[in-house]
């Protein structure tokens, strides 16, 4: 059974950074992409980034240069590493995943596996 736990979320200032984790089972990482959402108040969910093992990462033009996605594949676990945070970035962030063939052919928001989210909160 798939299974995506996260964690990192808090409340932090603007121009500050956090570290989300996302532990992960059921699956090897070096077979699925996973990758990060951001669920906002009164707007569509948002993929931020993936990685894959195989296909390298992606990030959305609104993280990149600020976020940065990793794995650590000894924990099974995968990070979100976010600096400069700005007001804008506040919501709950879930972690998903989808095995690589599927995962090329859908975009991030149809990741069939998903967390139960981590709220951060940036305060300006």
């Known amino acids: 059974e798939v299974r995506l736990v996260e964690s990192g979320g808090g409340l932090v200032q603007a121009g500050g950074t956090l570290r989300l984790s996302c532990a992960t089972s059921?699956?090897?990482?070096?077979?699925?992409?996973v990758a990060w959402l951001r669920q906002t108040p009164g707007e569509e969910r948002e993929g931020l980034s993936y990685?894959?093992?195989?296909?390298?990462?992606y990030y959305a033009d609104s993280v990149r240069g600020r976020f940065t996605i990793s794995s650590d594949n000894t924990k099974k676990a995968v990070y979100l590493q976010m600096s400069d945070l700005k007001p804008e970035d506040t919501g709950i962030y879930y972690c998903?995943?989808?095995?690589?063939?599927?995962?090329?052919?859908?975009?991030?928001?149809?990741?069939?596996?998903w967390g139960q989210g981590t709220q951060v909160t940036v305060s300006a």
């Open positions: 990685l894959s093992h195989s296909d390298g990462t």
């Open positions: 998903g995943a989808a095995r690589g063939a599927l995962a090329r052919e859908i975009p991030i928001t149809e990741y069939p596996y």
């Open positions: 059921g699956f090897t990482l070096d077979d699925y992409y």
